[in-house]
């Protein structure tokens, strides 16, 4: 099969409102003989199904958590992009698109990005409308900040929740679609299996979390609106539920996987701090407008602060090193986050690192406080000065903040085209779920925009064309296609249940994470990537021979959804690692150390990988087939990223 | 440290459920709450024995689904989520109370998880402004005063983890309710649905059996995320004004 990413032709402007024109569409009275099924509550998840639900479509949406309210998309802190130009700085959907593909290191697809510029102006005006309460100016107009890699205000924000501000807007436009009756709503339910009728996507099965029931649903599109996979690594920022099941399920029934290696380490998290760890805490990018990163420039006043006897407070000016502004002087400590990330771990390989691992740089807000005064930084950060205290138990209003790298976004995903679609028709992949918009690195305050960008503005239209190529036949859930997934699901988690062996489930799950943080994280070498593949694989091995899952199926059986969970990273790990193995250069947050240039940045080789690599699932013992989707930039210049 | 935990163990919903003792002996200060407990459950595991089961996420205090009655406290001694608790809060030989919300509204899945289905079912009865995708003005048409936006994400920061129903001896779930309709009530753009938003949300809570609200306060001293009891003043202006002038004209 070769991959047909379904650009539309046209000058790069005109090519959404030309496609949109292009499209069929489902006429009003037939939408209420489709049924859509959504999985995930996400910004993603909610906004398409509370849009597909307005338009008449029956929408059966799906979550792990509780409530849909509780997706991880509640966590985002910082802020969303739109080229709205309210502050006049001289943004355009243009530079938006601009900076996003250079963000990304040119492994993005044009169209796409455009698009997503295009339609960022559109969400803030839905968000307001539904009483997303963003941060204001004294006029009473919206408000803006800065986020890296871009060098105008566009980020729209509500104190540093903004991420629980949009996914309640798009949480309450879902549950006023609920009491409707459009759409209906399973919660702590999760998604095990994708079912294909005639090689089309017709539904799912799930299991029910309280009762352990395996239940069928039948539909004629799936959405998969399931996040990312960040916790492959154990430790990230993502929540503890957060996986890759559902993407992963699909995969190996025929969905390609993409650039599953471009992972984002975000360089301001707080450090660990013990092995009892469980995951890491994000502090937002926005610190990074009026906080300083530094180490000391001496491993000696370095190894003082490691061990006690030298604080921070008493290191003078000259002895600090401020090495992101000092390397690079235009953006200074605002430089995207796989720059930033890099930095950190290079000067804390040098022995700089200030917290008692090692691990660990300083984020500086006394200049900042001297400057605006505390008040002012308490308005803007307060709730995540709060936060870092709590944890820390340090005050970062009177000592500098510590903070190191951590696994915090995965830019790969499902391989989808320009219409959202993944390789198996009818079965759709939406917000971080998707490889698409990020390339190798994806810009702050840009996952919330593209996941509702693909919600509330894309879906609704690309859907209809598939829908109207479609009867509206119903496949019944009794069909046999759904009897053999179900069949598998249950002798999978049999199985789990029937091992009784000697180690967690966590115990494995640490033992991956680790192996992909150390191998396929920050930093990537062949050597370390050939250890890796033979390591997880000798891991896979021993998790179905050795792995303890306590209880029953029916039952609320938490050990076993973690089971089930980790199963599936530890095949993800390794491809993962066959993905950066393959990808011979450095580009974004895919650092090949092989690969770099004599200051030691990213070296691309445009001539030999401006592709997507899109992985086909070949069964269990075979490896996996790469297809690759050519980039072809007719807008933008591919240059060596510069941020100095 | 070492600690003695006194916890809830329920099988599921039919099950009665009874206090069970465990003990811990090497529990670090700078442990979340809710590591001590992955802890315990990575013992238990070992030892063949049924883990606690307990609502977890984020673990950054923003979701809400936490939700632990630490010795008889919602979310435990701080004015915290209990994700954001730490072991530094409590001494060396210490013994630990943990149970689950208690409500009637808000029925026990298993050990420590709760059904807090309801919150969710008074949100559909009134919980949004109606408006469909696409159909809006350019956002800053609507211009809001500092304060009023201000106010209203005060009272929009609720996390929906129920502590405040868990506090309240009637079990009432008014901070909760106020909460949402404070926020629409202060926003221009939520005005023309107050009068029937305020009074749908209020019936679907006490549909759901949520206990009556007789000012004591006890919600707002446990809400983690402070919303403040001038949010049930302002519903219960929002709820008489809607009822004074009724059919919603
Ligand atoms: C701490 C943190 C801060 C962030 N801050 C920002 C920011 O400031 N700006 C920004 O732009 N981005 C930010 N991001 C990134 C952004 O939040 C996410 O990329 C985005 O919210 C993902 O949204 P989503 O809808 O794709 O998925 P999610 O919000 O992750 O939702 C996934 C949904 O899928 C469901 N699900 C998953 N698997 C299954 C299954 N098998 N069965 C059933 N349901 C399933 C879950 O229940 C959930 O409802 C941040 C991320 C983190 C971790
Ligand atoms: S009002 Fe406070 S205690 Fe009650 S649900 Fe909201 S955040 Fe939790
Ligand atoms: S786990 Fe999310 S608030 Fe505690």
């Known amino acids: 099969m070769t991959l047909d990413a379904k650009i539309p032709e046209g000058p790069l402007s005109e090519k959404w409102s030309k496609h949109k024109f292009n499209l069929k569409l489902v006429n009003p009275a037939n939408k209420r003989k489709y049924d859509i099924i959504v999985v995930g509550t996400g910004l993603a998840g909610a906004s398409a199904a509370a849009s597909l639900a307005e338009l008449g479509y029956n929408v059966k949406v799906f979550c792990f958590q509780d409530s849909p309210r509780r997706a991880h998309s509640i966590a985002a802190q910082g802020g969303i992009n739109a080229a709205k130009n309210y502050q006049n700085d001289g943004d355009s959907i243009y530079r938006l698109f601009y900076d996003t593909v250079k963000g990304g290191d040119y492994r993005a697809r044009e169209a796409n990005v455009h698009r997503l510029a295009e339609v960022s102006v559109n969400i803030i005006d839905q968000c307001v409308a539904q009483g997303v309460p963003f941060a204001r100016e004294y006029g009473g107009l919206l408000s803006n900040r800065s986020f890296g890699g871009a060098q105008v205000s566009r980020t729209f924000y509500a104190r540093g929740q903004t991420g629980q501000q949009l996914l309640l807007g798009a949480y309450s436009a879902l549950s006023r679609q609920v009491a409707t009756g459009k759409v209906k709503l399973y919660t702590r339910t999760e998604m095990l299996d994708l079912v294909l009728v005639d090689g089309k996507a017709r539904g799912i099965v799930t299991r029910n979390m309280v009762t352990g029931a395996i239940e069928s649903h039948s539909a004629h599109a799936v959405l998969l609106c399931t996040g990312g996979y960040g916790n492959v690594f154990f430790l990230s920022t993502n929540a503890m539920g957060s996986n890759v099941t559902a993407t992963w399920r699909a995969h190996k029934k025929g969905a390609y996987f993409g650039n599953p290696c471009f992972t984002q380490i975000h360089p301001t998290c707080i450090p660990v701090s013990g092995a009892h760890q469980s995951k890491l805490t994000l502090m937002s990018e926005s610190l990074r407008n009026d906080g300083r990163v530094w180490v000391p420039r001496e491993k000696e006043d370095a190894e003082k602060i490691r061990k006690g006897t030298l604080k921070a407070n008493d290191l003078s000016e000259e002895k600090r090193y401020y090495f992101l502004e000092e390397r690079y002087p235009s953006f200074g400590n605002l430089v995207p986050r796989d720059v930033a990330s890099r930095n950190a771990k290079l000067v804390c390989d040098d022995q700089l690192g200030v917290n008692s691992e090692g691990q660990a740089v300083y984020l500086d807000f006394r200049d900042a406080i001297k400057r605006d005064g505390e008040d002012t930084i308490r308005a803007k950060y307060g709730n995540l000065f709060d936060m870092y205290q709590q944890i820390t138990d340090e005050n970062p209003y009177k000592v500098p903040m510590k903070i190191y790298p951590a696994v915090h976004y995965t830019m790969g995903g499902l391989w989808v085209d320009y219409n959202l679609m993944t390789t198996v028709p009818g079965c759709y992949a939406l917000g971080e779920a998707n490889f698409s918009d990020h390339g190798a690195n994806r810009l702050g305050a840009s996952a919330l925009m593209q996941g509702l960008a693909d919600g509330y503005f894309v879906i609704p239209y690309t859907i209809g064309d598939y829908l109207a190529n479609m009867p509206a036949t119903k496949v019944d859930a009794s069909h046999p296609e759904f009897k053999k997934a179900e069949e598998e699901v249950k002798q999978r988690i049999n199985t789990l249940l029937s091992i009784n062996g000697q180690k967690t489930v966590d115990e494995y799950h640490k033992e991956l994470g680790k192996i992909m943080w150390d191998y396929c994280g920050m930093a990537r070498n062949e050597k370390g990537l050939q250890f890796a593949k033979q390591r997880i694989a000798e891991i896979k091995a021993e998790f179905w021979k050795n792995v303890k899952v306590t209880g029953n199926n029916e039952e609320f059986n938490q050990s076993l959804e973690k089971a089930l969970r980790v199963a599936d990273f530890i095949e993800l790990g390794a491809l993962m690692v066959e993905d950066a193995l393959q990808r011979k250069e450095s580009c974004g947050g895919h650092f090949r150390e092989e690969y770099q240039t004599e200051d030691g940045e990213a070296q691309r080789d445009d001539n030999n990988f401006a592709h997507v690599a899109a992985w086909e699932y070949k069964g269990d013992d075979q490896p996996e087939v790469l297809h690759q989707e050519k980039l072809v930039f007719e807008n933008v210049k591919l240059t060596q990223r510069s941020y100095k | ?249």
């Open chain 2, 1 to 249: 440290m070492k600690l003695t935990l006194k916890i809830w163990r329920q099988k599921n919903s039919q099950d009665k459920g009874k206090m069970v003792e465990y003990k811990l002996n090497d529990v670090s200060a700078d442990m979340s709450f809710l590591e001590m407990l992955d802890v315990l459950n990575e013992e238990l595991t070992l030892k063949g024995e049924d883990p606690v089961a307990f609502d977890h996420d984020c673990r950054e205090g923003i979701c809400g689904m936490c939700s632990l009655y630490i010795n008889g406290k919602p979310h435990g001694p701080k004015q915290t989520t209990t994700c954001q608790l730490h072991m530094r809060s409590f001494n060396d030989g210490d013994t630990i109370y943990i149970e689950p919300w208690r409500a009637k509204a808000f029925p026990v899945v298993k050990d420590l998880a709760v059904d807090r289905g309801a919150f969710d079912r008074i949100i559909q009865a009134g919980g949004y402004i109606s408006v469909n995708t696409g159909v809006t003005v350019d956002a800053n048409e609507i211009p809001i005063a500092k304060e009023i936006a201000d106010k209203a994400f005060d009272a929009a920061t609720c996390i929906g983890c129920g502590a405040c129903v868990a506090a309240c001896k009637n079990a009432s779930a008014m901070l909760f309710v106020s909460a949402k309709v404070s926020q629409f009530t202060l926003l221009p753009q939520g005005k023309a649905e107050r009068k029937r938003r305020v009074e749908a949300m209020v019936e679907q809570m006490d549909e759901e059996g949520f206990g009556a609200c007789t000012n004591t306060g006890a919600c707002a001293a446990e809400c983690p995320k402070e919303i403040s009891l001038e949010n049930i003043a302002r519903l219960n202006r929002e709820y008489l004004f809607a009822k004074l002038t009724s059919n919603n004209v």
